[in-house]
């Protein structure tokens, strides 16, 4: 209960100026506190340092009321023949305390959630990138614990099998459905097939002749120079292995495997009669 008058030991000028200032502090410490909010949320230090900028607008409210309008409060609580009897400033601080507990409604219910990725010869990947199928598209790196963690996702997801697309260097990049134990999402990879572009030249140069060159198989349709050079795409990168077949009027002449290079290479063959 607040009522008034009490005789007060500053002029009330005074308390204005201590409850300016201590507004000056109040908004402040508030404007911290939301700009390092999801900070705290992470370091579970939220509650604490929410308490903390309550007391700072219970004294503010305090310096106010009894201050400047010269009011005064008693509060009294009486449970099973105990009674808490609280008066002065104190009453108007412990009810702003107590009011932004429980007055604001309770935040949603959120969990963290990690994403595992590996591959068949890679039991566990640390880089890449890794997004959910969630409103948002919300995405994190994966570390070099091989986890991609995600704060704070709503709890309606909690347990559900979400729709995962990985980014990482050497592997395909396909929405999957991966495994789920708790709150770790575990998803396989598979191996993407680079293309490699390779210089290549016939030695000899052929003369006029019907040359028709396969690469593992696929035939090239790279039209070839009177110097014999040409260029061929083959699946897989440098240092890899090609095996490279030369037909001279629908005839073998020659058969090779090739090493992928960033240099031209050479291919020898030799017309049969």
Same mark, same amino acid.
């Given at each position: ?11 009330? %000028? ?35 340092? &929410? ?28 449970? %099973? ?91 395909? *990049? ?21 293309? &490699? ?27 070839? *120079?009177?110097?014999?050079? &040409? ?43």
């Amino acid at each position: 209960m607040i009522t008034s008058t009490a005789k007060q030991p500053l002029s009330a %000028m005074a308390y204005v100026v201590i409850v300016l200032v201590g507004l000056f502090i109040a908004f402040g410490a508030t404007f911290s506190y939301i700009h390092f909010l999801p900070k705290l949320v992470e370091s579970t230090a939220q509650g604490q340092v &929410f308490y903390l900028l309550l007391i700072s607008w219970a004294l503010v409210c305090s310096g106010f009321y009894f201050g400047v309008m010269r009011t005064y409060a008693w509060l009294t609580y009486k449970h %099973m023949g105990s009674v808490l009897e609280v008066g002065g400033p104190l009453v108007v601080g412990i009810l702003v305390v107590i009011g932004g507990f429980w007055l604001p409604p309770a935040p949603p219910e959120t969990f963290d959630l990690a994403v595992r990725a590996f591959s068949a010869d890679v039991p566990l990947i640390t880089s890449g990138q890794v997004t959910l199928d969630l409103p948002g598209l919300p995405h994190a790196t994966i570390g070099p614990d091989g986890e991609a963690n995600f704060k704070g996702l709503s709890a309606k997801w909690r347990g559900k099998l979400i729709r995962v697309l990985p980014k990482v260097d050497g592997f395909e *990049d396909n929405w999957l459905t991966p495994t789920i134990d708790r709150n770790i999402l575990t998803v396989e990879l598979v191996r993407s097939h680079p293309k &490699f572009l390779q210089r290549a030249t016939l030695v000899p140069p052929p003369k006029a002749a019907d040359i028709q060159i396969r690469v593992d198989g696929e035939k090239i349709d790279s039209p070839i *120079d009177e110097l014999g050079g &040409f260029t061929f795409t083959a699946t897989g990168k440098a240092d890899d292995r090609v095996l490279v077949e030369v037909f001279l009027n629908q005839r073998l002449v020659a058969r090779q495997y090739q090493v992928l290079s960033p240099k031209s290479i050479d291919i020898h063959w030799k017309a049969r009669h």
